[in-house]
């Protein structure tokens, strides 16, 4: 293994300890390195806190030992004012003589700069290790900045026969959500919110299943919620208008009045709502968005290509009529066994 590479990979496994709560930031990973032995290691700090070199060299006991060490990141160091210092100058400041660096970083403030501005203080610059591992570790702030929209999981479980919902006429006696998964997998979804900024439901779902779409069975932030209404229909008293909370609610109509922890957003359903989502995401900082249905609102996406993950639960559940699941095609990249049902990932590489 060449011994970047060794450092670089450590420097992913760190940085995933920040998924979740560094957003808008990426969840960088860095190693202080000096005569092959780790001497300092950090990731980055929730949102307003330190990015991960600085918590990397503030963790290295013997200050005397950065002017031989190699400081390894995952992600280019940034050269720009921010809510901290620009982490470049910090480096340059500990005269760190050698930087290696996973990829260059997107971000328009950024964007070389960082590495130019270490070159022009000497410091011997390495870009470009285990590239294709750092892209899909920083998947989330990649995509935001290079196709100024959020990263998009599609997630939806489905029956045995197809289903991702039974029929009305079973659902009259129990108007209670039918659970199509395990408790395992349930608790896997709560996991997944935790870890993405923003979560996305129609109409439809609210007024059926008045879903909280917050994080209970996993610890962790509950992600801002993104509810599709229209025509203004979904009641007072749906656990997403609480107020408990960030909401927005995308609607047709006007002056709707926003309120404590929930705002109201006019988009034009008459055309493509899917880029209009984008773009309402993109102005309010959103990196990730994960969509939890219905099937309507799941192909709005699928049909406009705007999704990069599908995870699709399969349970041995049969419903014998209900709700088709929507209909798509991805590159299979994954495949596991939950108990009894199967989690299947997908990839969109069209």
């Not at 328009?108 to 130019?116: L, N, P, R, S, Y």
Request: charge should be positive.
């Amino acid at each position: 293994m060449n011994i970047h590479t060794k450092y670089i990979r450590r420097c992913i496994q760190l940085g995933k300890n920040g998924i979740g709560t560094t957003w808008p930031n990426p969840t960088v990973g860095a190693v202080v390195v000096h005569n092959e032995r780790i001497i300092g290691e950090g990731f980055t700090s929730a949102y307003g806190g330190p990015h991960a070199e600085v918590n990397a060299i503030n963790s290295v006991t013997d200050r005397s030992l950065l002017s031989k060490a190699t400081l390894y990141v995952s992600l280019e160091p940034c050269s720009h004012f921010g809510k901290t210092p620009p982490c470049a100058d910090l480096i340059i400041e500990h005269h760190i003589p050698r930087v290696v660096i996973g990829i260059k970083d997107p971000h328009e403030k950024v964007a070389g700069k960082g590495i130019q501005r270490l070159k022009d203080a000497g410091c011997e610059v390495q870009v470009g290790i285990l590239e294709d591992e750092c892209r899909k570790h920083h998947k989330r702030f990649l995509t935001f900045h290079e196709k100024k929209r959020p990263f998009i999981i599609l997630k939806w479980a489905v029956s045995a026969d197809g289903f991702i919902a039974p029929d009305k006429s079973l659902r009259k006696d129990n108007p209670e959500p039918h659970w199509i998964t395990n408790s395992k997998s349930r608790q896997l979804v709560h996991k997944w919110r935790s870890e993405e900024q923003a979560i996305l439901v129609g109409t439809h779902t609210v007024m059926e299943d008045n879903p909280k779409l917050n994080v209970r069975e996993w610890e962790g932030k509950s992600p801002i919620r993104i509810v599709l209404d229209r025509d203004g229909k979904i009641p007072k008293e749906a656990h997403v208008l609480d107020g408990s909370i960030t909401t927005l609610v995308l609607t047709a109509k006007k002056d709707m009045g926003n309120s404590q922890n929930i705002e109201y957003i006019e988009i034009d359903f008459g055309k493509g709502i899917a880029p209009q989502i984008n773009e309402v995401l993109f102005k309010k900082n959103i990196v990730s968005l994960i969509v939890e249905g219905g099937a309507k609102t799941l192909q709005t996406f699928i049909d406009a290509n705007l999704w990069d993950e599908a995870r699709v639960f399969r349970s041995m559940t049969n419903f014998k009529k209900g709700l088709k699941a929507p209909i798509f095609s991805g590159k299979l990249v994954g495949e596991q066994k939950i108990l009894n049902d199967t989690l299947t990932t997908y990839r969109n590489d069209q």
